[in-house]
């Protein structure tokens, strides 16, 4: 566990250091701030830390000023001879309100608390890395389809088109070669990672390595020119120009 503690008295600091590592022996004390403007230096770099034991009054002023200028995302217990601030306290990513003098055992409730709650305080980069692996599940890597008697298997990822003709849809590869799918295009959707395709309208699926051009068409909205054969005008509809830009954008 990696600690940071904002105190700007030396012994209440030092204090505070064994009584975090007398509660658990492999915690490390990343580092040891004394005012606002070093911590609002030091969290502005890209340092791991767990959790911040911070004082409340320190030397250049209130320590809520900190949280004004920087972004702190872990769990913060708070230590102070004060109780007036406990509101203000939870305002921000508090845990704790300790005050003092502080004893072992108010250090010791504060980092159970901590664990119990540790899982309200998920960063960013956890968070996406759990979305991709929801993603990845959810997609398909590939598709059957029928050529007369014969079953093939194509890949996603030579998909360039899929479209709808009444109830029957289609898929189109980069070869150019059409095959008919027995899903409908409100299904794909869900199954097809969204980074890569789009629903353009009712008809149309494209994939961004399928997109030849795209040109401004009547009333705003845009007509997609792609890289297969297909007969009909890839238009996207006006209501998802918007979200079709942010898309092609992204990529």
Do not use: C
Not at 47 to 57: L, R, S, T, W
Not at 132 to 158: A, E, M, Q, Y
Not at 172 to 196: C, G, R
Request: no cysteine.
């Amino acid at each position: 566990m990696n600690v940071v503690i904002v105190e700007d008295e030396s012994l209440a600091a030092e204090k505070l250091e064994r009584y975090i590592q007398k509660y658990n022996a492999d915690a490390l004390i990343v580092i040891k701030l004394s005012s606002i403007e070093e911590a609002v230096d030091w969290f502005q770099k890209e340092i791991e830390y767990d959790v911040v034991f911070m004082d409340i009054q320190l030397t250049d002023g209130l320590s809520f000023e900190i949280f004004n200028q920087v972004k702190i995302d872990k769990p913060v217990i708070f230590t102070t001879a004060f109780d007036e601030y406990a509101i203000d306290a939870f305002k921000v990513n508090s845990i704790d309100y300790l005050l003092k003098p502080i004893t072992f055992t108010d250090v010791s409730k504060a980092m159970v608390k901590l664990k119990a709650m540790q899982n309200l305080f998920v960063n960013e980069e956890t968070i996406n890395e759990v979305k991709n692996s929801i993603t990845k599940l959810k997609t398909k890597d590939r598709f059957l389809v029928r050529l007369g008697n014969h079953i093939h298997s194509i890949k996603t990822i030579d998909i360039l088109l899929f479209y709808a003709e009444g109830r029957t849809v289609y898929l189109v590869t980069k070869e150019n070669k059409k095959f008919i799918l027995d899903y409908k295009l409100e299904d794909l959707i869900n199954i097809l990672d969204s980074s890569d395709f789009f629903r353009v309208n009712r008809t149309f699926i494209v994939n961004l390595n399928g997109v030849e051009d795209v040109v401004v068409y009547s009333s705003s909205r845009l007509k997609i020119t792609p890289k297969v054969n297909v007969e009909k005008d890839i238009i996207v509809s006006r209501e998802k120009v918007a979200a079709f830009k942010n898309w092609f954008e992204g990529n």
